[in-house]
């Protein structure tokens, strides 16, 4: 009876994902788009392309960074609403969590377009700076990493709040209550008992918000100017302008390994927070 009950999933993720998976597989050890398409030769090609030229390596090497540098910084920024939100009596706190997540409305690419106004040469931000005198030159805050960092900085951290609500659930007043009777300061009771207890949820954040950051490709082809390459531009890239599949299909292989990695050592240090 379990298992009918599982069957309606079981076939929507065999059409949906392993499927189109397999294929995926099969097409990056093709020679070709049309040999991709009918699957009549197997090659290694793709993956020598892929593994061996240098700039896939800084490719792959960007993406890392990337991912890292922004769910770090949607973390920590995160963070402090997240807590305020799990721990608020207020009857305003339904209007502040949707407001919080609010951002998930709006097209992450209409986002990215505000963010390029925002940071842009002739934006607000270097407007302002140039008329207060504070700069004589615009600064480059576009058409770089460091633009696409901070857009997907924005457009993620309504994720991470969530996963942190979502795994904020161990935390007990009754624990922090207790360690004040006993002496302890807020800072003492924030680092031993608060911080431990809310990591879970922490890496949870972390990893969704990894793993979205990685695989985006609109915001670092638009912020980045067409000078930030990642993982996800270069697959777009290969798969709709030089239609070269195989090599496209082998780069998300690379990727989806770079996912279960970094799956692996979330686990890991789950397993290792839960002893």
Known sequence: MLLLLLLPGLLAMSVTFFAPMLWLIRASFSSSAFEAASGADWTLDAYRA?????????????????????????????????????????????LLTALAVAPLLTSAVVR???????????????????SWAWISAPLKLTNNSFGATVALVEILMPYAILAMLS???????????????LGASRPRIFWRIILPLSLP?????ALLVFVLAISSFVTPRLMGGGRVFVLGTEVFSEATVTLNWPLAAAL????????????FLYQR???????
């Open 50 to 94: 892929a593994l061996l030229d240098p700039f896939y390596w800084r490719v792959a090497g960007n993406t890392l960074v990337l991912g890292l540098t922004v769910s770090l910084a949607a973390v920590v920024l995160s963070y402090p609403i997240a807590l305020f939100l799990a721990r608020s009596n207020s009857r305003w706190r339904g």
């Open 269 to 275: 240090a789950l397993r290792t927070l839960e002893t």
């Open 112 to 130: 990215t377009y505000g963010w390029m106004v925002l940071l842009s040469d002739k934006g607000v931000i270097n407007s302002l700076l140039m």
């Open 167 to 181: 795994g904020f659930g161990r935390l007990n007043r009754q624990l922090e209550e207790a360690a004040a009777m």
């Open 252 to 263: 998300s292989v690379v990727l989806l390994v770079l996912f279960s990695s970094i799956i």
């Open 201 to 205: 949820g922490v890496l949870t954040a």
